[in-house]
């Protein structure tokens, strides 16, 4: 398995309270993706990163602000945490774009109450 | 810009029986295609891609997947479905793109049910 980790795996808070997901890769690969998972609405890409500072938005980036700050790591924050934010999150890295895959972490269940 | 459309966002077979799952994808440059498999509460897995070597991919568990240009397809099939197949199926498509622009965009998704 490709060394990906995401923390917490499990996370409840409030709303109004900011929150950092991380995911942590081994294979450093050079891109690195967060992706939200809704019934219904598949996998969209909140942001991705192409390098070290190097990020850009996805699909659906508002709310939400990325860091990467090293290679192996890339923070995702929700700044102010509303219920539709509600979601699984999964981090996602990949050697380069065209044909290669990409690989997933076991997400993050984020519930906002 | 590229897209995925999976036809049925669920489909339910019989075990024993043919597993058709369908994605059409639209694409400007020639793209390279993937379908994933999600377990519960699982990440997703790759299944199989197609990088333009052949057209008839053949992936893990007894799946495979055709590209056909002129129909803008890459629909995923299994001879016999096994119960352990039920799960989320995802098609994606990925482009090469200049600089830093990502090009992989996921379809929404096909949850296929086994039925004993």
């Known amino acids: 398995d490709a060394g990906i980790t995401q923390s917490p795996r499990h996370k409840v808070t409030e709303t109004g309270t900011p929150v950092t997901l991380r995911c942590h890769q081994t294979?450093?690969?050079?891109?690195m993706y967060w992706y939200r998972q809704d019934p219904g609405h598949g996998l969209r890409l909140i942001h991705y990163?192409?390098?070290?500072?190097?990020?850009d938005k996805g699909e659906v980036s508002d709310g939400y602000s990325v860091s990467r700050s090293k290679t192996e790591d890339f923070l995702l924050t929700l700044e102010s945490a509303t219920s539709s934010q509600t979601s699984v999150y999964f981090c996602?890295?990949?050697?380069?774009?065209?044909?290669?895959?990409?690989?997933f972490g076991q997400g993050t269940r984020l519930t906002v109450v | 810009a590229q897209s995925v459309t999976q036809l049925g966002s669920h489909v339910s077979v019989s075990e024993g029986a043919l597993v058709l799952l369908r994605c059409n994808y639209s694409?400007?440059?020639?793209?390279?295609l993937f379908w994933y498999v999600q377990y519960p509460n699982q990440g997703l897995q790759l299944l199989l891609k197609?990088?333009?070597?052949?057209?008839l991919v053949k992936g893990i568990n007894g799946f495979e997947a055709e590209f056909k240009k002129s129909e803008t397809s890459f629909h995923l099939t299994k001879p016999s479905a096994h119960m352990s197949d039920a799960a989320e199926y995802f098609c994606?498509?990925?482009?090469?793109?200049?600089?830093?622009?990502?090009?992989?965009?996921f379809g929404k998704g096909t949850h296929l049910i086994i039925q004993p």
């Open positions: 996602a890295i990949r050697s380069q774009q065209g044909n290669t895959e990409a690989f």
């Open positions: 294979e450093n690969h050079r891109y």
């Open positions: 990163s192409y390098g070290v500072k190097d990020t």
């Open positions: 694409s400007s440059v020639p793209p390279y």
């Open positions: 197609y990088t333009s070597a052949a057209t």
């Open positions: 994606a498509v990925s482009v090469d793109q200049g600089g830093g622009a990502d090009g992989l965009t």
